[in-house]
């Protein structure tokens, strides 16, 4: 089997918390979380690691220091991410297209394999 990362984005705005974009209510949050634990119990097999969401801040390490980051410049930003398993890479697309995620409008799943040094 092979691992895949899959790395969730999310426009700049719906990850600012201070943004006018909607947040979910209770609600909503009580039926996001039941439709990723309907996910993960169909593909038990697969998911390896729920993985996260990721805080809307932090840091940049390169060999000239630290920054702050991620940068606002972008045009996505990532908010999670979940490392899954499967024979293919086209059997991972397939765990991907019926993940939560892919159902928020102007959210996207980038698919990776993983080297597995």
Known sequence: MNKY????????????PTSAAKQPSPEEMQQMMAQWEQWK????DHVLDMGDGLHHTGRVMTAKGVS???FAEAKELIGGFSIIQAETYEEA?????????????DYSIEVRQMMEY
Do not use: H, I, Q, S
Not at 5 to 16: D, G, H, I, Q, T
Not at 41 to 44: D, L, R
């Open 5 to 16: 990362l899959f790395l969730y984005r999310n426009p700049p705005a719906a990850a600012n």
């Open 41 to 44: 119990a169909k593909f038990k």
């Open 68 to 70: 702050d980051g991620p």
């Open 93 to 105: 697309l397939e765990v991907a297209k019926a993940c939560p995620m892919t159902f928020v409008p």
